[in-house]
């Protein structure tokens, strides 16, 4: 059988009217834009207390520094990229509350950004923060000198929850800042963290739906992880917190994956990212390498499951964009056999230069 043509003006999951044993469907996912981060580590600074789960100085593999010294690091470092020829990127103030340093400091560090902006190594900055240091005045300030977006630790908006893991806001605040953010011109992003004391998979659909509402333009998720030196390894080593096991975090993630996207929000980062004082430090939790792969592998599946249900008859075949070749089955092919229950095992599936999944009930 040739393969079907590529449908580009169709509307993703309808059927074809004239082939009622066929869907063409893609992948929900946003086009991410090309960017390269330029990471600024303000390990704990402006941070108001110490959260349950937080080893910052371990994610991020950056010990606290004065201030004075990370703005005159950067302003060198960036010089030095420049006359490598190297760039463009996009500033990112992570580790820190941005919103939360003592004045000037933000203003100073933007100050460093917009030079370089001039010069077109910088082409935009973003910065993290918590929910409630995101006062209108301070954010409508600092989107005039240039920042672009706003990234909140949100971590989830079960009150509870964010009491027993010691945040000191409550979800009022996160809807608070989520509104003023894009109400003083800047892009939202939000961090949620599935698995904290008292968090649960439903909760997280739940947070998921709400984030859905409030239309950031990106989304982290991290696993909560017990890492040596926490309040919360604490708490584990006591009896009194176990975390998510690695399935059902991975079942949970891959379900957050379609709602979001389909609400046109990227996901940029799933689980934190290796460092090795991280690795050898991480006493529990739903660790895994390949997470983010395996989250998104299961996302798809689940896609391509509810395409075939849809579709009222075993499917046959599967034709898909060459680009999901190495996803479509799964980390070490772990997806394999769900996709024979489908009706489709490897030989059924078909990778061509397409943008849309083409599902066939049988030969057309």
Known sequence: MALAPSWPFLCQNVIRETSPRERFFRHPEPVAPPSRIWPVFLTHKGCPGRCVFCAQQLQSATAPAPLEATLARLGKDLDAAARAGRGPYELAFYGGVFTGLPHPWPERFLAVARGWRQAGLITRVRCSTRPDACHPTILSNLAGQGLDLVEIGAQTFDDAVLAASGR?????????????????????????????????????????????????????????????????????????????????????????????????????????????????????????????????????????????????????????????????????????????????????????????????????
């Open 168 to 364: 000191g806001h409550d979800a009022a605040a996160i809807r608070r800042a989520a509104r003023d953010i894009p109400a003083a011109g800047l892009e939202l992003g939000l961090q949620l963290l599935p698995g904290l004391p008292g968090h649960t998979p439903d909760m997280l659909t739940r947070d998921v739906a709400e984030t859905c509402a409030l239309a950031p333009r990106t989304v982290r998720l991290h696993p909560c992880l017990v890492i040596d030196g926490t309040p919360l390894a604490d708490r584990y080593r006591a009896g009194a917190y176990r975390p998510w096991d690695l399935d059902a975090t991975l079942d949970a993630l891959a379900a957050a994956m379609l709602p979001l996207w389909r609400c046109g929000i990227r996901v940029i980062r799933l689980g934190l990212a290796p460092e090795p004082g991280l690795e050898t430090a991480i006493l529990a939790g739903p660790r895994h390498p390949a997470l983010g792969s395996r989250v998104r592998a299961r996302a798809l599946f689940s896609l391509v499951a509810a395409e075939a249900a849809a579709l009222g008859q075993r499917p046959v075949r599967l034709d898909a964009p060459r680009r999901f070749a190495g996803e479509l089955f799964g980390h070490a092919g772990e997806l394999t056999a769900a996709y024979a229950g489908l009706g489709l095992p490897r030989e059924a599936v078909h990778f061509a230069s397409r943008e849309d999944f083409h599902l066939t009930a049988q030969a057309v």
